[in-house]
């Protein structure tokens, strides 16, 4: 069975701070990796991920995959209060269907 | 980007009765959606893989007869709750892989749909 782990579950930091949240899966052939973004509704679409060591950049957010490790990880750099969220890491691996971690939920402070 | 399109956004029905919720890809045609269900402060679980023209796909302890999909066109799939119950109560998205995308297994959401059952 895929599992995926995410942590910190919750993060609170000031806003202007960098924050790293984390994600670790075990799946079953591995294609890829993908993190959104959930305020109050829908989650929106941030990353995918399927080489190792290659950046995904978009303004003040990255990710990185290392497929050794089984992990990646989202940074946020310096924080704004409305990227207070829950971040949600997916995995999808041979049935092509995606297997979320319970999530990081951030709290950015004014 | 792909737009999902999730309906009602917000029901309150009574014990017993059923209720439709639709998810309608809006300009893209999408052979594959997906229905989950998100219990407050837990993660997204997958409840079934609807595949437009065949019988969904439903994950182990779901009940396919209390959870009714169909996917009668490529750019619509409806999830019935038949004779809800107050334990089914919770937050349910729909969402969809383009043709694009279904390699690259990005999924789009609707906006989810908040089930209160009395």
């Not at chain 1, 202007?16 to 973004?37: A, H, I, M, P």
């Not at chain 1, 989202?74 to 969220?85: H, K, R, V, W």
């Not at chain 2, 029901?11 to 017993?16: D, E």
């Not at chain 2, 209390?66 to 019935?80: E, Q």
């Amino acid at each position: 069975e895929d599992k995926v782990v995410q942590s910190p579950l919750s993060l609170v930091v000031h806003e202007g701070d960098t924050v790293t949240l984390n994600c670790s899966y075990e799946v079953t052939n591995f294609r890829s990796l993908l993190w959104y973004k959930q305020e109050k509704k829908a989650p929106t679409f941030l990353f995918m991920l399927t080489s190792s060591g290659i950046e995904k950049k978009s303004g003040r957010l990255s990710s990185i995959l290392d497929k050794k490790e089984l992990s990646s990880i989202l940074n946020i750099t310096a924080t704004q209060t409305g990227d207070s969220a829950i971040y949600l890491c997916a995995v999808a691996g041979s049935a092509r269907q995606l297997t979320f971690g319970s999530g990081t939920q951030l709290t950015v402070l004014p | 980007g792909a737009v999902v399109s999730q309906h009602p956004s917000w029901v309150i029905c009574k014990s017993g009765t059923s209720v439709k919720i639709e998810c309608r890809s809006l300009d893209f045609q999408a052979t594959t959606m997906f229905w989950y269900r998100q219990f407050p402060k837990q993660s997204l679980m997958l409840m079934a893989t609807s595949n437009e023209g065949s019988k969904a796909t439903y994950e182990q302890g779901v009940e396919k007869d209390k959870f009714l999909i169909n996917h009668a066109s490529l750019t619509l799939s409806t999830l019935t709750v038949t004779s809800a119950h107050p334990e089914d109560s919770s937050f349910y998205i729909c969402s969809a892989r383009t043709s694009e995308s279904s390699t690259k297994n990005i999924q789009y959401f609707g906006a989810g749909t908040r089930l209160s059952v009395l």
